[in-house]
């Protein structure tokens, strides 16, 4: 079964620091999800967007975060506009020549 990628991109209605903020207090709670290998926080501060991009060990942990709270938060959060969520099956022998970080 091949590892997943999860992408979500937001509009974000604050200020820079304040999503920066958002993401802080998030990355904990982030961080103790089951099947997460690794998320990166990203944010495009002109065009007023963040990403989150994720690697899952399977599709059923990635399935697991996008029907549970921290996703369910986040909906509801009024800084967050335009929610965009992608799923990605991982290619691991193309990655693995580029050095991503998805073996193991």
């Given at each position: 079964?091949p590892k997943?990628?999860l992408?979500?991109?937001v509009?974000?209605n604050?200020?820079?620091?304040e999503?920066k903020d958002e993401?802080?207090?998030?990355?904990?709670p982030?961080?103790?999800?089951?099947?997460?290998?690794w998320?990166?926080f990203g944010?495009n501060?002109?065009q007023?967007?963040g990403a989150?991009i994720?690697?899952?060990?399977?599709?059923?942990s990635?399935k697991?975060y996008?029907?549970?709270?921290?996703?369910?938060a986040?909906k509801e959060k009024?800084a967050?506009?335009?929610?965009?969520v992608?799923?990605?099956?991982?290619?691991?022998?193309?990655?693995a020549?580029?050095?991503?970080?998805v073996?193991?």
């Open positions: 079964m997943k990628i992408q979500i991109n509009k974000f604050v200020t820079a620091e999503l993401f802080k207090s998030a990355a904990s982030i961080s103790g999800v089951q099947g997460l290998k998320k990166i944010m501060e002109d007023k967007e989150g994720y690697l899952f060990e399977n599709e059923e990635m697991s996008l029907d549970g709270p921290i996703v369910a986040m009024k967050f506009t335009d929610i965009n992608k799923t990605f099956d991982v290619v691991e022998e193309a990655t020549i580029t050095r991503g970080p073996q193991g």
